[in-house]
Nanobody, 122 residues
Framework: QVQLVESGGGSAQPGGSLTLSCEASGITLEYYSIGWFRQAPGKEREGISCIAWSEGKVVYGDSVKGRFTISRDISKNTVYLQMNSLEPEDTAVYYC???????????????WGQGTQVTVSA
């Protein structure tokens, strides 16, 4: 059974930073990509970033390019999302996901984590 356990959510001020972590178990990640989606109240789920586990190819959504950085620790089966220059518009529930391919489309998501809240406000 695949488990994706997120941590690191919380509150930050505009311009601040947060780092999300997601530890995966029950899956051989070398065959997949892993990354993050988010959903704000009243909005559709949005693909943020993903990384192809074996080759390391990374993809970012337009709204976070230049501000967010995804990385992985192969030894820990863990993916990280470093979020800098946070904006109130980044407020959402962030979900760790596995994908069949490194494309940020919700219909390509294989597994979803339980989600972690990120709130950006003054």
């Amino acid at each position: 059974q695949v488990q994706l356990v997120e941590s690191g959510g919380g509150s930050a001020q505009p311009g601040g930073s947060l780092t999300l972590s997601c530890e995966a178990s029950g899956i051989t990640l070398e065959y997949y990509s892993i990354g993050w989606f988010r959903q704000a109240p009243g909005k559709e789920r949005e693909g943020i970033s993903c990384i192809a586990w074996s080759e390391g190819k990374v993809v970012y959504g337009d709204s976070v390019k230049g501000r967010f950085t995804i990385s992985r620790d192969i030894s820990k089966n863990t993916v990280y999302l470093q979020m800098n220059s946070l904006e109130p518009e980044d407020t959402a529930v962030y979900y760790c996901v596995t994908l069949f391919t490194p494309v940020l489309r919700a219909n390509l998501v294989q597994d979803w984590g339980q989600g972690t809240q990120v709130t950006v406000s003054a």
